[in-house]
């Protein structure tokens, strides 16, 4: 094995030091990540895991949210991504940041790696892997745990292709697969999607070209195998979440939904003018049309405005790198076209022609590749740095683009510093000025040092002098390092220590499921609490910032699907994924299109076996029976009230009404059904309560995935457990195989004859099962064949000691 050189020790020493400066707060004084679905979504569903794993039942079923939902079908839920396993062994809060720093670092590492690859300096490579890494749409997917990590592995991906593009052996091959497949394992099949579409063109452009079209079959059928390696290993993920999004609105996304969060072409300025106009205080119409009238989905997409200085120079040295500045200019280009999205006439088409895209959602996300092949033209252009001065090419295209730029940010800076309101048609009357200086600081620092990477470029441009090219990179880290000097924004530990007061009013966590009122969608705040904003932060504990101290106060007031932590049952969650099984949602939508009739409430809830509602205001008009009313940081208190007579979690009834889809919506609904005596089922016959049924049945034994109940019948009938129905479950009578019957929209049933007898419910997906074996049996094959391949051999050693030339 060669040893690696020092310039590549001292990079990797140095990214080190960076990914520890970018996560300082977290790594080193203890604050937590929170931001955005972190403590909503991600905290509940990893606490859930580790109970599931704990409890001794495979992870397949997370029993807390809505009414129980698939665990390992979920790519959020990462459960087959091997870093998840550390939650077993460490805090939740602790496993978070390392996850976040080592994805950034080993990032970074297989960045600086494939740069090299390229034939680039230890310098220019580093330039590369560090403008990667402090890019804005990278950091910005931190917050979003699947999407990060599966973007941490582009470099990789690439690399593990080069590579055996290069040597065309089946070992690197194999080693193309495997990152494939860990970048599937890592939960986003958007960013692995926009990978394999960047690496195809890439391939295509950079390693074939024109005269050598003859090289395609054999780098096609390397590039199929790896896909299959990747297939084969990742299968116990996709097998499973196919078959749940197949029964799911992910099938057959809505437009709107789709291309939600699209980048409106003024929102490009960003790329080059740190938090323009996303800092803005925007007018609502501009809010609207820039960012749906929500927060960004990427908080930044700030690449550096110094960096163009470097982009500029990868184009003004003729012949360097031959086909791949040009590669990642055009892949950069269409990646900011896709991110468009409903913004460019193009968008519907593609995913029109391409039906499986119709499954991905917000077409930012794509900027993601586009901060990639930026990263990339770094590299490129530190490498033109570093070689002999161009000449009169080189003032054209590096000095004169960065110089406008520059004078445009420092026109920019002089603007926000004025008294009155600039751009009023953007901020609009009466806005506030409390992020103008701010803004006006950042424009001035983009503007001081674009001018001295002018200046820079102006000087190298006369005498060559490679250190002109090293403080050329020291500007554009700095600008990015400055720009992102808070990229994730952490909180005070004691918000996930703290335990809500709330708790305690909800009684035996087992006996309680728990409805947890949703203020996301639009008009329901204002309906209901009279302002825009549902979680306005009235009051704050001491030394706590504003934001934070918003999650912990949703925290303590049970937002939908943080009851998960405490492993409670919920009811009627939000769907934030789109992986809900079609019944479900429409029940779920069933409670919000009957919230101003009380009454259906009060039945939907009951039905779902619901025993306290949790939110900011009265629900279901007084019918429900107040339990307590808990301070919180907003200006409600947290109301909990129990629902009056809720069905129990397993009962029994003996008569039948037939309905499905919004009839059997509209049965639940229906003052003459009474849940207590009837269910309702999507086929078969309808048929009355037998007169003098009584019927009794009580859940025994219970596990993730498995239920046993003990029941007895007066005559025949169906017993009925408030569960989530999935066709992943199977049911057994008395050990005798029955059929799993969908009861009351969503909800699982079996038939049952009169007398005491035994129900036993186990969930065994065989989608999932089948591609649990399938990984299983491919990770010990690739094993043992990178293994084999690896051991010495005296041909092997030969081969080794012959030098190979890049055919690219």
């Known amino acids: 094995m060669r040893a690696i050189p020092r310039a590549d020790r001292l990079a990797v020493a140095a990214l080190a030091l960076l990914a520890v400066a970018l996560f300082r707060e977290s790594l080193l004084e203890g604050g937590v990540f929170y931001k955005r679905d972190i403590h909503l979504v991600w905290h509940p569903q990893v ?26 079908a979920d790519p959020g839920a990462q459960v087959l991504y091997p870093p998840t396993w550390l939650n077993l062994l460490i805090p939740a809060w602790a496993y978070y940041t390392l996850f976040a720093f080592g994805h950034v670092l080993l990032s970074g590492v297989a960045f600086t790696a494939l740069a090299r690859r390229w034939g680039l300096g230890a310098g220019a490579a580093l330039a590369g892997a560090c403008s990667w890494m402090l890019s804005g749409p990278f950091l910005s997917l931190v917050d979003l745990w699947h999407h990060f990590a599966s973007a941490a592995w582009i470099p990789a991906v690439f690399l593990a292709a080069e590579v055996a593009v290069s040597t065309r052996r089946a070992r690197d091959v194999l080693l193309l697969g495997l990152a494939i497949g860990l970048q599937v394992l890592a939960g986003s099949a958007d960013v692995c999607a926009m990978t394999l579409a960047a690496l195809a063109g890439w391939v295509a452009v950079v390693h074939l070209g024109p005269g050598r079209w003859r090289e395609a079959w054999p780098l096609l059928s390397g590039g199929l195998l790896a896909l299959a390696v990747a297939a084969a290993l990742s299968s116990g993920l996709w097998l499973a979440a196919l078959e749940v999004a197949s029964r799911s609105s992910r099938r057959e996304l809505e437009e709107a939904v789709r291309t939600y969060w699209s980048v409106h072409p003024v929102a490009l300025l960003e790329t080059l003018f740190a938090g323009i106009p996303g800092r803005l205080p925007l007018s ?7 960012y749906e009238s929500r927060e960004p989905f990427l908080a930044s997409l700030y690449l550096g405005l110094p960096a163009t200085g470097l982009v500029a120079a990868a184009f003004a040295v003729p012949g360097l790198g031959g086909r791949r500045r040009f590669a990642l200019a055009g892949l950069g280009l269409l990646a900011v076209a896709v991110a468009l999205g409903r913004h460019a006439p193009f968008y519907d088409l593609v995913s029109t022609l391409v039906p499986p895209l119709r499954v991905l959602r917000y077409p930012v996300k794509v900027m993601i590749v586009a901060a990639f092949a930026w990263a990339g033209l770094v590299a490129w252009g530190a490498e033109a740095w570093r070689r002999t001065a161009p000449g009169r090419r080189w003032g054209l295209a590096v000095v004169l683009p960065l110089a406008a730029l520059a004078v445009l940010a420092a026109a920019g800076a002089l603007s926000l510093r004025a008294e009155q309101a600039p751009w009023p048609e953007l901020a ?6 409390a992020a103008w200086p701010p803004l006006a600081r950042g424009l001035a620092r983009e503007a001081i040092l674009g001018t001295l990477v002018v200046a820079l470029a102006a000087w190298r441009g006369r005498t060559g002098s490679r250190l002109l090219a090293v403080a050329a990179t020291a500007a554009v880290v700095a600008d990015l390092g400055l720009a992102h000097s808070r990229p994730n924004p952490v909180a005070p530990r004691a918000l996930y220590a703290h335990r809500p007061e709330v708790l305690a009013a909800l009684g035996d966590p087992a006996a309680a499921r728990v409805y947890s009122y949703d203020y996301t969608e639009t008009g329901r705040t204002q309906r209901w609490l009279g302002r825009a904003a549902a979680h306005r932060l009235e009051r704050a504990p001491d030394g706590w910032r504003p934001d934070p101290a918003q999650a912990l106060g949703m925290q303590m007031s049970l937002a939908p699907q943080t009851p998960g932590r405490w492993g409670l049952r919920q009811g009627f969650d939000i769907d934030l994924r789109g992986l809900q099984a079609q019944p479900l949602a429409g029940l779920t939508r069933l409670v919000r299109l009957v919230e101003n009739r009380p009454e259906e409430v009060l039945r939907v809830l009951r039905i779902g076996a619901v025993t306290h509602v949790v939110a900011l205001h009265r629900v ?9 009313e808990i301070p919180s940081l907003f200006p409600e208190p947290v109301r909990v009230e129990a629902v009056p007579d809720p069905l129990p979690r397993a009962y029994a009834v003996g008569g039948v009404r037939v309905a499905d889809g919004i009839h059997g919506l509209m049965a639940l609904v229906d003052p003459a059904f009474d849940p207590g005596r009837e269910i309702v089922l999507p086929e078969g016959r309808s048929a009355p309560s037998p007169p003098g049924f009584r019927g009794a049945a009580r859940v025994v034994r219970e596990n993730a995935d498995r239920v046993q109940l003990e029941v007895e019948l007066s005559a025949d009938g ?11 479950w199977k049911a057994r009578v008395d050990g005798r195989p029955v059929p799993l019957l969908r009861a009351n929209v969503a909800f699982r049933a079996v038939r049952v004859p009169a007398g005491r007898h035994v129900v036993e419910m186990v969930y065994r997906p065989a989608a999932a099962l089948a591609g649990l074996l399938v990984s299983g049996i491919t990770l010990v094959a690739l094993a043992a064949a990178l293994a084999r391949s690896t051991r010495p051999s005296r041909a092997g050693s030969r081969a080794c000691s012959t030098p190979s030339r890049e055919r690219s």
Do not use: I, K, Y
């Open 47 to 72: 606490e859930g895991f580790v109970r599931v794993v704990v409890s001794g039942a495979l992870p397949l079923w997370d029993p807390s949210p809505a009414f129980g939902q698939p665990l390992l």
């Open 284 to 290: 609502p119409s501009w809010r609207t049309a820039l």
């Open 428 to 433: 609009g009357a009466g806005a506030s000025t």
């Open 718 to 728: 169906h017993v009925v457990l408030v569960e989530g129905h999935d066709p992943g």
């Open 620 to 628: 279901a008009g007084g019918l429900l029976r107040p339990v307590a």
